[in-house]
């Protein structure tokens, strides 16, 4: 039992026979994707949870961004501000529209942009700012609204770990001008592989839609080059079934947080993230820093993890803007903090159905070193 693998998540299904059950009007329908009924309902009770005014579901939370982009028509060649402290996607978004990221730094004490560092990046090509509310920590949505509004750019939220999170009892995707979700398998809340974009015009519905379909607008006009970015009804409908369970999720994912808070906030050298007051946290990752005091650094607590059979993952590291595929291209000086995180960072398992035993053999290997 004792090498029992432990991954750093577990997917959340919903009871096999509930989605079974739910899937059988296909085989009367023959509809399976192109906006079919369980798109729609989706969409409409999405919406309602996630507390956001608008709502477009995508194929999956990397469409929804690059199409988020694309939906408001920046000027090739624009500037958008983001941080490297993120998965990929982020930054791959950016740059498949034709726009060149800005890395801006990230604060040390909960791994969001460094708002106060954003305002000497603005230059006359700026076109958006793009935050990433990294693990589900919210970034400081005021200061980055304010400087939006004083340089007249959009605010696109990186919400793909922030399903469910609240600030100051608002649902997270309310704030700025979009923000998109992710739904893949590993996410909080999943639909197989999914996305969406949670926006505040209407007006934007419509694009969107387009975007996601080809840029069909009738049966013999396209209008627009969009993409295919439809999410199909197999993946509607398990969203709907896991929906049903998500406050479950959450509750069963905030017990081992606290666990592992509790065990872990008297260990010399393992810091945890700085929690903001006003927000409901969705319990998504539980990533810890491995500082100098501790004995061993992050790599050799992750090796010694992995030789027990728990893979803990070292969720942002390298940063995007050291990534192979665009190193030298972009300008990513001044990312001292960023850089220092994503050498000390380690994502702990955390997930539904980790047993309390499980837990324990985690945190007997931390705490003894
Ligand atoms: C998961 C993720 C995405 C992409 O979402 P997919 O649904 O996997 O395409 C984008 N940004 C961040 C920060 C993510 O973690």
């Known amino acids: 039992m004792d090498n029992q693998k432990i991954y750093v998540t577990q997917s ?14 296909l ?7 192109n906006m079919g009924v369980y798109h729609q309902k989706l969409e409409t009770r999405l919406k309602e949870y996630l507390d956001v005014p608008e709502l477009s579901l995508m194929v999956n939370g990397h469409m929804a961004l690059e199409l988020a982009i694309q939906a408001m028509g920046f000027p090739k060649g624009g500037e958008v501000i983001t941080t490297p402290f993120t998965f990929i996607s982020t930054t791959h978004a950016i ?15 909960d791994g969001t942009i460094d708002e106060t560092k954003i305002e000497s990046l603005v230059t006359d090509r700026t076109v958006a700012i793009l935050p990433v509310h990294v693990y589900g920590n919210v970034c400081n949505v005021e200061v980055i609204q304010k400087i939006a509004g004083k340089y007249g750019l959009k605010v696109i ?5 922030a399903f469910g999170v609240t600030y100051k009892g608002r649902g997270i995707g309310s704030y700025g001008d979009i923000s998109i979700f992710s739904f893949h398998a590993t996410k909080v809340f999943n639909t197989i592989e999914g996305g969406a974009v949670a926006f505040l015009t209407p007006e934007l519905y419509g694009k969107l839609y387009n975007l996601k379909n080809f840029g069909i607008r009738g049966e013999e006009l396209v209008t627009e080059v969009g993409a295919n970015a439809k999410m199909n009804e197999f993946c509607a409908i398990m969203g709907l079934c896991n929906l049903e369970y998500v406050e479950q999720v959450i509750d069963s994912r905030k017990k081992i947080y606290e666990e592992y808070e509790n065990q872990l906030k008297n260990i010399q ?6 929690k903001k007051p006003d927000v409901k946290q969705n ?11 501790y004995p061993l650094n992050r790599n050799e607590l992750y090796e010694l993890l992995k030789l027990n059979g728990i893979y803990a993952r070292k969720y942002f590291y390298p940063l995007t803007s050291d990534q192979a595929c665009f190193k030298g291209k972009y300008c990513n000086v001044g990312l001292d903090c ?3 995180l994503a050498e000390k960072v380690l994502v702990l398992p955390i997930y539904e159905k980790l047993k309390w035993e499980e837990m324990e053999r985690i945190m007997k290997i931390i705490c003894k070193v």
């Open 269 to 274: 050298g393992i810091r945890m993230f700085e």
């Open 95 to 109: 740059i498949r529209n034709g726009l060149n990221p800005v890395f801006c730094d990230v604060k040390p004490e």
């Open 27 to 33: 085989w009367n329908s023959h509809w399976l994707t």
């Open 12 to 25: 959340s299904m919903p009871p096999y026979e509930e989605y079974i059950e739910a899937i059988k009007p």
């Open 338 to 340: 960023s850089r220092k």
């Open 157 to 161: 939220y990186d919400a793909a770990h």
């Open 283 to 293: 319990y998504g990752y539980f990533p810890i820093l491995v500082e100098a005091e």
